[in-house]
């Protein structure tokens, strides 16, 4: 899993290479399908959901991808009421499987 430190300066820092990278760079590693873990540099705080999501948010306002309402709605409420897969599977009869991208289409949102 590639290390990657946001200091104060709100600066993102890949481990391995050592150099400063972009959020579209994040972007990059995440559709080449590297896991990575993004924490903040002072505090060793896991931020990395922090991240994806100003990730989301800039390729939403760039129309560079068009995430569909049921996902964002799905995902709010599993932050929001810090639910598990298990119990949306169990509201949901397992239906929201079949409407989840898979790991190709990820990869071609952008292509």
Do not use: F
């Not at 990575?36 to 800039?58: F, Q």
């Amino acid at each position: 899993m590639l290390s990657i430190k946001r200091y104060a300066n709100r600066k993102l820092y890949n481990t391995r290479i050592k150099k400063y990278i972009s959020l579209d760079e994040i972007g990059e590693l995440i559709r080449y399908d590297q896991d990575i873990l993004i924490s903040d540099y002072l505090s060793g705080r896991d931020i990395t959901s922090y991240i994806l999501s100003n990730l989301m948010m800039e390729h939403q306002k760039r129309g560079i991808c068009n995430i569909p309402p049921w996902m964002l709605i799905w995902l709010l409420r599993m932050g929001w009421e810090n639910a598990s897969v298990d119990q949306a599977e169990a509201e949901m009869g397992g239906a929201y499987l079949d409407m989840l991208p898979t790991a190709e289409d990820l990869k071609n949102l952008n292509a």
